[in-house]
């Protein structure tokens, strides 16, 4: 059975906004293919066209070079001034892919059963962007404080978004502290890790297998190379490190092997071939350090036919004790997560790139993202649904 607060309309001085309520918001963000690989600017379109009559607000895109994306920010109440006070209410808009996970049923279609929502995006993130976007719609017209909107592209792929919006945007145009909506579990979550990438690229010669001496092996240094990377691992979980014991499941940087390609043939020596590497880095780790000894460690193979290059990083986010947000999660009895997030979201760029302090705290289980048949409870969503605009009334109202 669906619960009723998943249907309020908004109300503004007596009158209904068209902005419709969250879970038919859901339901039309679910239905939008944001998966990275593609165009985000359909559920853009949507967002902005529940937005337009909401008085008093200020709108902004901020594209990706190709313009096929783009970030979509909000202001309302008044302009940030030198304290930045206010706040941002921070979500994405992408999703990962379902390509080959095994669905049984439409990812795209908003699917109810037994009190839990399947679909994807329902758990990372878009349930929690439309309970922003609904709760934005309720308070901006009454706000006293700047409250901004931002709902970013290509988190899942790098935090991608969130730095082109750096490129564009002062530091002093935007509120110093951020609510970010990742899935928590309700918890206030108030530092995570970060997430550094890159590929090693190998160029060989092509020969037929019969006739290896006309031919130059490109797999074969990254198997080499796959090994020494194993020994690094091997290293970084002995070692630990800064706030190790905040990620008790795994107290350490986390290195991994997880793609590798090359080769077209059984009969054919390889002329090509690629290794990427991810690696999970715990706060105040330098992460120009890590690149810096990923290099040395594999410094006798890099050369002209072997060359490694950084594909993107997620900076960790540190933890912030004095967030005037924290506190009043707190006063609201918002449980405190004891651990940081194993997992990386824009909170890491927003501090690095424009001194935003972030924390996390959203509906749904990060352990269902991602998934096949991805899901998060009815109850949570509801739950969050009337928690937000609250929390917002007390910041900025």
């Given at each position: 059975?669906?619960?009723?607060?998943?249907?309020?309309?908004?109300?503004?001085?007596?009158?209904?906004?068209?902005?419709?309520?969250?879970?038919?918001?859901?339901?039309?963000?679910?239905?939008?293919?944001?998966?990275?690989?593609?165009?985000?600017?359909?559920?853009?379109?949507?967002?902005?066209?529940?937005?337009?009559?909401?008085?008093?607000?200020?709108?902004?895109?901020?594209?990706?070079?190709?313009?096929?994306?783009?970030?979509?920010?909000?202001?309302?109440?008044?302009?940030?001034?030198?304290?930045?006070?206010?706040?941002?209410?921070?979500?994405?808009?992408?999703?990962?892919?379902?390509?080959?996970?095994?669905?049984?049923?439409?990812?795209?279609?908003?699917?109810e059963q037994s009190g839990r929502l399947y679909g994807r995006g329902v758990?990372?993130?878009?349930?929690?962007?439309?309970?922003?976007?609904?709760?934005?719609?309720?308070?901006?017209?009454?706000?006293?404080?700047?409250?901004?909107?931002?709902?970013?592209?290509?988190?899942?792929?790098?935090?991608?978004?969130?730095a082109q919006m750096a490129e564009q945007l002062a530091p002093s145009a935007?509120?110093?502290?951020?609510?970010i909506g990742e899935p928590t579990s309700g918890q206030i979550v108030p530092?995570?890790?970060?997430?550094?990438?890159?590929?090693?690229?190998?160029?060989?010669?092509?020969?037929?297998?019969?006739?290896?001496?006309?031919?130059?092996?490109?797999?074969?240094?990254?198997?080499?190379?796959?090994?020494?990377?194993?020994?690094?691992?091997?290293?970084?979980?002995?070692?630990?490190?800064?706030?190790?014991?905040?990620?008790?499941?795994?107290?350490?940087?986390?290195?991994?092997?997880?793609?590798?390609?090359?080769?077209?043939?059984?009969?054919?020596?390889?002329?090509?071939?690629?290794?990427?590497?991810?690696?999970?880095?715990?706060?105040?780790?330098?992460?120009?350090?890590?690149?810096?000894?990923?290099?040395?460690?594999?410094?006798?193979?890099?050369?002209?036919?072997?060359?490694?290059?950084?594909?993107?990083?997620?900076?960790?986010?540190?933890?912030?004790?004095?967030?005037?947000?924290?506190?009043?999660?707190?006063?609201?009895?918002?449980?405190?997560?004891?651990?940081?997030?194993?997992?990386?979201?824009?909170?890491?760029?927003?501090?690095?790139?424009?001194?935003?302090?972030?924390?996390?705290?959203?509906?749904?289980?990060?352990?269902?993202?991602?998934?096949?048949?991805?899901?998060?409870?009815?109850?949570?969503?509801?739950?969050?649904?009337?928690?937000?605009?609250?929390?917002?009334?007390?910041?900025?109202?």
């Amino acid at each position: 059975m669906r619960t009723n607060r998943l249907f309020r309309t908004i109300q503004v001085d007596g009158m209904t906004l068209p902005c419709p309520p969250v879970r038919e918001m859901l339901d039309a963000l679910v239905g939008v293919d944001t998966t990275s690989s593609g165009s985000n600017l359909a559920a853009v379109d949507l967002v902005e066209s529940w937005l337009e009559s909401v008085p008093g607000i200020r709108r902004q895109r901020i594209f990706d070079p190709t313009g096929e994306k783009a970030n979509l920010i909000a202001w309302a109440g008044p302009e940030v001034d030198s304290t930045r006070e206010g706040l941002i209410v921070s979500g994405h808009l992408d999703c990962v892919p379902v390509e080959a996970q095994g669905w049984t049923d439409d990812p795209f279609v908003v699917r109810e059963q037994s009190g839990r929502l399947y679909g994807r995006g329902v758990c990372d993130m878009k349930g929690f962007d439309a309970i922003a976007i609904n709760a934005f719609a309720q308070v901006a017209p009454h706000a006293t404080r700047p409250l901004v909107l931002m709902l970013s592209y290509d988190e899942e792929v790098g935090s991608h978004g969130i730095a082109q919006m750096a490129e564009q945007l002062a530091p002093s145009a935007l509120p110093q502290e951020a609510l970010i909506g990742e899935p928590t579990s309700g918890q206030i979550v108030p530092l995570h890790k970060g997430h550094l990438r890159f590929t090693l690229t190998s160029r060989g010669k092509n020969a037929h297998t019969a006739f290896p001496q006309d031919g130059l092996n490109a797999i074969e240094p990254l198997a080499e190379a796959a090994v020494r990377l194993a020994g690094l691992r091997r290293e970084f979980e002995l070692e630990g490190g800064p706030n190790a014991d905040r990620f008790p499941e795994a107290p350490f940087l986390v290195l991994t092997v997880a793609l590798i390609e090359g080769g077209s043939a059984i009969n054919v020596v390889p002329d090509a071939a690629s290794l990427g590497v991810g690696i999970r880095l715990l706060p105040g780790v330098d992460p120009v350090a890590v690149e810096s000894r990923v290099r040395e460690h594999l410094s006798t193979l890099l050369g002209e036919n072997l060359w490694m290059s950084r594909d993107a990083l997620s900076p960790p986010m540190p933890e912030h004790p004095q967030m005037h947000l924290r506190k009043v999660l707190l006063d609201m009895h918002v449980p405190l997560a004891p651990n940081g997030a194993p997992f990386g979201t824009d909170g890491g760029m927003l501090f690095e790139k424009l001194g935003v302090k972030s924390l996390l705290w959203g509906p749904g289980s990060i352990q269902n993202a991602h998934q096949p048949d991805e899901w998060v409870e009815v109850r949570d969503l509801a739950q969050a649904e009337l928690e937000l605009p609250r929390l917002l009334g007390r910041l900025v109202g």
